[in-house]
T-cell receptor, first 112, second 111 residues
C-alpha cells in the first residue's frame, strides 16, 4: 500500500521569507503527485500536480514543487510567502485507481 | 460559477436523526467522491461513483448511504446520526482516475 508522509506538522515563516514543505511517499512505481491547500473554513484547492516529464512543476499562487525519484519526495516551495498563504497544506499520491492517499497535512503560519 | 458545490455548508443536528448532504459538479466529470475530514484534519475516502456506478466503498458504517441520480450529482444520506459522525464532509469530482477537485465542505455537528 502506498503511504504519504509530511514530516512537518507545523511551520512558522515570516512574511516575505521562503517556504519549503516536505512530502515523502512510498510506492513502487512513479505515482501521480499533488499538493492541495486548505484555507481556514474552506475546501481543498489543487495547487499543482505531477504526472510525468519535467520534474519541476509550477502551480498556482506562485508555488512550485520538485519530484525527486531517488528520494521519493515531492517538496513544495514558494520563494516569498504572503500572509494569505497561511493555511493547511496536503500532499497526495495516486496510482490511477481512483484513490488518493493524503498526508496528515502541514499547518503554515505566517508572521508579520 | 462554483465547480463543485455542496449543500448545506453547516449542519447541526441531534443524535439519532437522519440527514442528507448534497453535492453537484458542473465540470462534466465522470467520477465523484465523498471524503470525511476529522478534527485532526485527516482525510479519509468514503465512497466513489463513476458514471453512477459505485466503484469505491471503504469501511464505512452502513448508516451512510451514497446515491448518485446522475453523474453530476452525488448525495450522502446518514441514518441514526452519532456523535462520532461530527466532521467535515467533502465532495470531490474527477475527470480521470487520479486528480480530484474538491467542494467547499459541509461541517456536520451532532449534539
Amino acid at each position: 500500500a502506498q503511504s504519504v508522509t509530511q514530516p512537518d506538522i507545523h511551520i512558522t515563516v515570516s512574511e516575505g521569507a521562503s517556504l519549503e514543505l516536505r512530502c515523502n511517499y512510498s510506492y513502487g512505481a512513479t505515482p501521480y503527485l499533488f499538493w492541495y491547500v486548505q484555507s481556514p473554513g474552506q475546501g481543498l484547492q489543487l495547487l499543482l500536480k505531477y504526472f510525468s516529464g519535467d520534474t519541476l512543476v509550477q502551480g498556482i499562487k506562485g508555488f512550485e514543487a520538485e519530484f525527486k525519484r531517488s528520494q521519493s519526495s515531492f517538496n513544495l516551495r514558494k520563494p516569498s510567502v504572503h500572509w494569505s498563504d497561511a493555511a493547511e497544506y496536503f500532499c497526495a499520491v495516486g496510482r490511477g485507481d481512483y484513490k488518493l492517499s493524503f498526508g496528515a497535512g502541514t499547518t503554515v503560519t505566517v508572521r508579520a | 460559477d462554483t465547480a463543485v458545490s455542496q449543500t448545506p455548508k453547516y449542519l447541526v443536528t441531534q443524535m439519532g436523526n437522519d440527514k442528507s448532504i448534497k453535492c453537484e459538479q458542473n465540470l462534466g466529470h465522470d467520477t465523484m467522491y465523498w471524503y470525511k475530514q476529522d478534527s485532526k484534519k485527516f482525510l479519509k475516502i468514503m465512497f466513489s461513483y463513476n458514471n453512477k456506478e459505485l466503484i469505491i466503498n471503504e469501511t464505512v458504517p452502513n448508516r451512510f448511504s451514497p446515491k448518485s441520480p446522475d453523474k453530476a450529482h452525488l448525495n450522502l444520506h446518514i441514518n441514526s446520526l452519532e456523535l462520532g459522525d461530527s466532521a467535515v464532509y467533502f465532495c470531490a469530482s474527477s475527470p480521470n482516475s487520479y486528480e480530484q477537485y474538491f467542494g467547499p465542505g459541509t461541517r456536520l455537528t451532532v449534539t
